[in-house]
């Protein structure tokens, strides 16, 4: 026996240092070979003859006056249906700049369900990424108060507009949960205690033949670009469907409402970000997407692949773009971005922590920029937002976050992020002069 386990102790250990062996010449060749184009600035995707863009911008008022002056621009009515299941996305995962401002989302509900004659429903939905003990992803700033972005009398959370429309025959919330747990679970994530959710799926993996709320995972269509001869980065397609708390109506992002129609509008923040340049219209879709589907999801089908967040890292964070644009082409895009700029973050001059601050959360990083930008073409209200709201107050503030965002500068990260979007999205008006302001 002791000479039978000395064998199998020793084969073991050879087939370790072998295995370990072949990952340390598997990196060095991956190294070597590594395709330069990955993390070099893409080439500027010609405009087609007939390509413009229609933005709509208000400025100056409260955040309710700003919606309303910009949704008259709109036309509200030309959106949404008489019967329409109306989905309204508003960003959560993080409070204070990074969190919708909370008067903005109880203005645009009640123009909805002020159109006359509508007969339809609102589903307010995000997700955080986070969950609560209770298993809701109605987590972070629905339940984190915030010190900025709320502007309601009385009110501190997102999780007051839940309260408010409690008893509401047509409008509801969802807090959409990851389908696979993550390694980051027991990162800090700015909240120590996990008071306001833990990062992460609750582990019931994607959606197979059974009827329930959850995600799909897509692995036939997933996005993918070669890195080097031996790596390919590949982020899975993946898309919520859930059921409306109100009517039990079943959604599915990808295949719509069962005889109605389905309208999409984005509410998005307006800031600057370390892996993109900025994060607006273009990147919010990570918030309808499942972060679990890839690295650092813990779910063995998912080895191999890259979540969104991490599809280029280290070298290309912009490349993010490309599974973005995938996801927009191939699941659903929204019908309508409203880019609700009422504070922005944006780095301050003199020294700045990353690893210990976050802009979208800090005062020092907080500027008001008090607009709304709305349109259907994320590329362009993005290169709008960029030029004509945050790049003057980095101006103002002598940010070194200007470099980021200077869309003059094809190599900002800015720049390579839309660049990229507009090259797998094949459109998008990131040229000034063919965007017109109304």
């Given amino acids: 026996m ?21 990952r340390r010449i598997r990196g060095a060749v991956s190294k070597l070979t590594r395709d330069p184009g990955f993390s070099a600035t893409p080439a500027l995707l010609p405009h087609r003859a007939d390509e413009r863009s229609q933005v709509y911008v208000a400025s100056g008022a409260p955040p309710a006056g700003n919606i309303d002056a910009v949704l008259d ?17 508003v960003s ?22 002020e159109l006359p004659g509508f007969r339809g429903e609102v589903v307010v939905f995000e997700n955080t990424h986070f969950r609560l003990p ?20 009385g009110w ?48 019931r993996g994607p ?15 997933a996005f993918e670009r070669k890195r080097s001869w031996l790596d390919t980065s590949r982020t899975p397609l993946s898309w919520p469907v859930f059921r409306s708390p109100r009517t039990g109506t079943w959604i599915d992002l990808a295949n719509g409402v069962s005889g109605r129609k389905l309208t999409w509008i984005s509410m998005v923040t307006v800031n600057q970000h370390g892996s993109t340049g900025m994060t607006a219209c273009c990147k919010s879709a990570m918030g309808v997407v499942d972060m679990s589907c890839g690295r650092f999801g813990t779910d063995p089908r998912t080895d191999g692949y890259q979540s969104i967040h991490y599809f280029g890292n280290p070298d290309a964070t912009w490349r993010m773009a490309g599974p973005l644009a995938h996801f927009a082409n191939t699941v659903r895009k929204p019908d309508l971005y409203l880019a609700v700029a009422e504070w922005v973050a944006l780095q301050p001059a003199g020294p700045w922590d990353d690893d210990t601050r976050d802009l979208r959360l800090e005062a020092a990083s907080a500027q008001r920029a008090n607009t709304v930008v709305a349109g259907s073409d994320a590329v362009a ?35 390579r992020f839309l660049r990229y979007y507009r090259e797998v999205a094949n459109g998008g008006v990131l040229d000034p002069a063919r965007i017109t302001v109304g």
């Avoid at 993005?382 to 190599?411: F, M, Q, R, W």
Wanted: hydrophobic share 45%; proline share 3%; aromatic share 6%.
């Fill in 2 to 22: 002791k000479r039978r386990n000395l064998l199998i102790g020793g084969a073991a250990a050879i087939g370790a240092g072998a295995f370990a062996f072949r």
């Fill in 73 to 89: 621009k709109v036309d509200l009515a030309k959106v949404i249906g008489a019967d329409d299941v109306v989905l309204l996305k």
């Fill in 92 to 113: 959560a995962q993080w409070w204070n700049q990074g969190m919708t401002n909370v008067a903005a989302a109880k203005r645009v509900i009640e123009r909805i369900i």
């Fill in 134 to 153: 209770d298993g809701s992803g109605l987590a972070r700033a629905f339940t984190r108060p915030s010190e900025r972005n709320v502007d309601v009398p």
């Fill in 156 to 203: 501190s959370t997102l999780g007051d507009l839940v309260r408010h429309h409690a008893h509401s025959e047509r409008v509801s919330f969802v807090g959409l949960v990851d389908a696979a747990t993550s390694e980051l679970a027991d990162d800090h994530w700015h909240d120590p205690a996990h008071v306001h959710g833990v990062y992460g799926g609750d582990g």
């Fill in 207 to 221: 959606i197979g033949d059974e009827s329930r709320d959850g995600y799909h995972w897509d692995f036939a269509r």
């Fill in 381 to 415: 209200v993005d290169a709008y937002c960029a030029t004509h709201v945050l790049a003057p107050i980095a101006d103002a503030i002598k940010s070194p976050g200007k470099a980021e965002i200077d869309l003059a500068n094809p190599d900002s990260k800015l720049s």
